[in-house]
């Protein structure tokens, strides 16, 4: 294991290296928001992944077949014409979501999965759900069926600690609904804490995870280091250290309980830098680049496939990607900013080098 520097919770070690050629990976947790800013994003995230779980938190939000169609043909609309890539789509469950709606779209290959966002945690969830009772016979439905419920796992109560959301949602919420639905297959997205890892390894294989690669990279001081740094702000928010380690243990782990969701979630970079800035992190750019560092870091470099490129596929039922890429151990600088049309993004790790260059392309099994 690599050795931890948790002041800014950085890690660093010394191996000898090689290109690393793996089956082209995909990412199981992924914002290409609408409009200008998804014509801007979706190439960077379909020229590192085969195929993306696609969030359902526009405006409005994603909750009906028709909408979850019409989405998806404006994703493969923005595509550069050499790039393949399947958006995956997902249904917004709101408090008087209908079950049959969400149940057909499945069943007609349109929803791959549901998202359960309480409401008001996170962004554009404002029409989430108040009451996880509310929503029980879509959960019988997708019980049922089979189909994924993503879970945001936090709750929203404001006398709960903002850092201790993601455990106290385990407690009140987690634990009691797979006792209810015992088959229901679900994914906890994005997790922050050791909690959390160990709540998913202990469940059943029905249950899994997915882990982002800025909450494997920083820890919560990150974000005040030197004054407040917006665009490490994201939600749910980085935790302390010890947090930090465990995702990187479970991720690195070859568990298939654990699986790369990037979260990539861009704003503007003057809606990020206000008195009131967006969450989220723009990681696409990067993201293998990132997962790379960390898995290097760790020692684990030979589980990387595993965590990318098996293990997602492998819980939805999917197969797994023919195509190859290859991560070059070459070092490649970040730019400090990227320009689109409306303004300018600030991807994570802007203005560091990385130790690693993705290519493309590299091959088939």
């Given amino acids: 294991m690599g050795q931890q520097n948790s002041e800014n919770g950085v890690s660093s070690s010394k191996t000898e290296r090689s290109a690393l050629t793996l089956r082209r990976p995909d990412d199981w947790h992924t914002h290409l928001r609408s409009g200008d800013m998804l014509k801007a994003v979706t190439p960077y995230t379909a020229r590192q992944f085969a195929r993306a779980i696609v969030m359902p938190n526009l405006v409005p939000p994603i909750t009906t077949i028709a909408a979850a169609e019409e989405y998806r043909s404006k994703i493969l609309a923005a595509l550069p014409s050499d790039v393949d890539f399947t958006p995956l789509m997902t249904c917004y469950l709101a408090d008087s979501i209908a079950a049959a709606e969400v149940e057909k779209g499945h069943q007609e290959g349109v929803f791959t999965a549901a998202k359960l966002y309480p409401a008001n945690a996170t962004t554009n969830s404002s029409h989430g759900v108040t009451d996880i009772r509310l929503i029980y016979p879509v959960l019988e439905a997708m019980q049922r069926a089979g189909m994924p419920l993503l879970v945001h796992g936090e ?22 609904l797979l006792k209810d639905f015992p088959e ?52 749910p928010v980085a935790k302390r250290e010890k947090h930090r380690l465990a995702l990187r243990k479970a991720a690195t782990s070859g568990s ?13 970079a003057r809606d990020k830098e206000t008195a009131c800035g967006c969450a989220g992190l723009f990681n696409a750019p990067y993201a293998m680049e990132s997962y790379a560092t960390v898995f290097e870091e760790e020692g684990a470099l030979d589980q990387l496939e595993m965590f990318a490129s098996v293990a997602g596929p492998t819980f939805y039922g999917l197969p797994l990607n023919e195509e190859q890429v290859t ?14 049309p409306t303004g300018r993004l600030v991807p994570f790790h802007a203005g560091e080098k990385l130790k690693w260059r993705f290519k493309a392309g590299s091959g088939t099994y």
């Fill in 155 to 176: 709750v929203t109560d404001h006398e709960v600690d903002i850092f201790d959301r993601e455990a106290v949602f385990i407690e009140r919420v987690l634990s009691g």
């Fill in 184 to 235: 229901l297959k679900l994914v906890f997205e994005h997790i922050t804490t050791a909690e959390a890892a160990a709540f998913v390894a202990e469940s059943g294989p029905n249950v899994a995870a997915t882990i982002t690669p800025h909450h494997l990279t920083f820890n919560r001081n990150a974000i005040f280091k030197g004054g407040i740094r917006p665009h490490l702000y994201c939600l």
């Fill in 256 to 268: 298939t309980k654990f699986f790369l969701g990037t979260d990539t979630a861009p704003h503007e």
């Fill in 327 to 340: 991560l070059e151990p070459i070092e490649t600088k970040v730019p400090d900013y990227i320009d689109i």
